[in-house]
């Protein structure tokens, strides 16, 4: 049976521990497959082409807009940050379930497009918690840890638009549970169609005793 | 956190295995309930009151439909069968995951009086291997087993209706992934919404440095 890969949009707030999550996933499961943003600012040193991202000078990314091949974008820092359209297809194809880490307005828009992309929202298990972790990487300032907070309430109002959400408490659960989350939305009868058809067709001739 | 119970409704092909798996979910796991039907036949020996059945005369029964504390029902052989209302929403109260095995029919009946029920259709892996386990039984005419296998070709037809669709092929794999199903519902954020106002209220009162 083809198996089509599932679109799954991750967000979260800051300090929910999204990213290690994904690698995590990645590691543990071989049908995942992480999406590369493309961007228009310069590679950091040691950043490759093509592992964290894509990188493209503005007049590019802005004829791969016109042209419909960023599925979503967005500007932060005077930067395009986005999505390409044809590596998530390819790998949809391919039977890859992709994973797009974006904040809420991408996930919608990527929502418009892909009606059965899997949107998920990562939550630590207490706002406390929230605090304790944005504290704990010990890089930020007091003021910039009581901006995050804000963003996570400005994102927390968008939590109903998401299909699940996951509470990050024991990493290797939440990489587990996570999995399941995926498992479950390739179990649904559109998900499986060719089966269902199949099996209605040997049901119908061997009820006829052929 | 309160956690209310998600009613499961569960139907699929006669030899699928649906009784099996049934039994084996609720021993493996602590969170479900299963459905007590209520029947107009008489007790065989061995029937215990309130174990496969409760047993009522049909005038009560009817009185029950009256006062739509039957859930669904259905006649089969000249018998009333059908679902008591007072002990499904009892259970589901209490935080029970609980579980009704019936025909299609009935399933959306149910899912009218109970829009966030989740509808699960067992299946075989094959319509041979259906065929298989019909003959195996021993029990059954040729054209018993060809009557069956009529039947599932006319619920074949439902299969869209249902929510997910689960292949019996090892039955610990499939009682497994059935409660993945079940815990994936739980991860809703229409089933959280408690804990998703919680952190909201949580989060605003920290960014202001309360």
Do not use: W
Request: proline share 3%; aromatic share 8%; with cysteine.
């Amino acid at each position: 049976m083809e198996r089509k890969g599932i679109l799954l949009v991750v967000s979260g707030f800051s300090g929910a521990g999204k990213g290690t999550l994904m690698k995590n996933l990645v590691e543990t499961y071989d049908n995942y497959a992480l999406s590369i943003s493309m961007t228009t600012r310069k590679p950091r040193e040691g950043e490759e082409e093509g592992k964290a991202y894509f990188f493209v000078e503005e007049e590019e990314f802005l004829q791969k807009i016109k042209e419909e091949k960023v599925i979503e974008y967005a500007q932060y820092c005077g930067h395009y940050y986005g999505t390409p359209r044809e590596y998530v297809e390819e790998m949809l194809y391919r039977g890859k379930d992709v994973i797009l880490e974006i904040e809420i307005q991408g996930a919608l828009k990527v929502k418009k497009q892909f009606p059965d992309a899997l949107l998920l929202f990562i939550m630590p298990p207490s706002a406390e918690e929230l605090k304790r972790r944005l504290v704990g990487r010990g890089t930020e300032t007091e003021q910039v840890i009581k901006q995050r907070l804000l963003r996570a309430v400005e994102e927390s109002e968008g939590i109903e638009e998401y299909d699940y959400i996951l509470i990050n408490d024991r990493l290797e659960d939440c990489v587990e549970e996570l999995n399941n989350l995926v498992m479950a939305a390739h179990s649904t009868p559109a998900r499986n169609q060719e089966f269902i058809n199949n099996i209605r067709k040997e049901l119908k001739s061997l009820s006829k005793g052929e």
